[in-house]
């Protein structure tokens, strides 16, 4: 089986925003703030995975700056 770096991305990043929208669900349930729960939850994930060998791609994955200006900053803008 052939390694395809940019498929492993994008089921990163899909596993990542399954888990914010999962969180989203949660904490709207909970009534707890959304920002304030996602950056505990990130804090969680990231402390956990120098642990876990599961959690190892959290440490592995690199976002560009291109993919943060590009991707990320127009849905906050708009």
Known sequence: MVHNPLLTIQI???LLLLIASLAAVI???LQ???TVGLVL???LLGGL???FP???VLN???LSHD???????PPLIF
């Not at 993919?67 to 900053?73: A, G, K, P, S, T």
């Open 12 to 14: 990163d990043l899909l």
């Open 27 to 29: 904490l709207t349930r």
């Open 32 to 34: 707890f703030p959304y």
């Open 41 to 43: 939850l990130g804090l």
């Open 49 to 51: 995975a120098d642990w």
């Open 54 to 56: 599961a959690l190892d």
């Open 60 to 62: 592995s994955l690199n």
């Open 67 to 73: 993919l943060i200006l590009f991707v990320f900053v």
